[in-house]
């Protein structure tokens, strides 16, 4: 691969991250709705990342409209502070997170940003569909595990 040492040190550090927040998840709950509704939400933002800074989602890497993708990560991790960690409201920090991703999708194809690509807007559309369905996924498991952490207590 033609890697210079910041792109070694850079996916080292999302990793390293990817494997922080994993294993927080698993101290974090015992439930398997909560530990796959955090590694889908690792794995998605991970992604969201890689991507991004390898091609780029909106047209290529170099081009600045990419920037805005970092919203998404800064609802994940102000989200999960806010929320500390607790189901419900990473729930509602991912269901956030997708509807940030959608909003970018819309700016970009409504401001023909990336419009120079050969595979756009489906390429803009199809990433927006995908990782907004994944945080969207990763809201309904953290919903379910609040459910069941509701219900668990309510039984005692």
């Known amino acids: 691969m033609d890697w210079s040492f ?13 494997v922080f927040g994993a294993a927080i998840a698993l101290r974090t709950s015992g439930q398997l709705a909560y530990r796959a509704a955090a590694f889908l939400a690792l794995l998605s933002v991970l992604a969201l990342i890689w991507i991004n800074g390898a091609v780029g989602i909106i047209g290529s890497e170099g081009n600045a409209a990419n920037l805005m ?27 956030l997170m997708a509807g ?32 907004a369905g994944a945080f969207l996924g990763a809201a309904a ?11 668990a207590s309510l039984s005692r």
């Open 100 to 131: 940030a991703q959608v909003l970018i999708g819309l700016i970009a194809w409504l401001g023909g940003m990336g419009s120079g690509s050969p595979s756009w807007p489906q390429s803009l559309i199809g990433v927006t569909v995908i990782f």
């Open 69 to 95: 993708y970092g919203v998404v990560v800064l609802i994940a991790l102000a989200g999960a502070v806010v929320a500390r960690l607790r189901a419900a409201g990473m729930a509602l920090t991912l269901a």
């Open 6 to 18: 910041g792109d070694y040190a850079a996916a080292a550090t999302l990793l390293a991250g990817f």
């Open 141 to 151: 498991l953290f919903r379910a595990a609040a459910r069941a952490q509701a219900a």
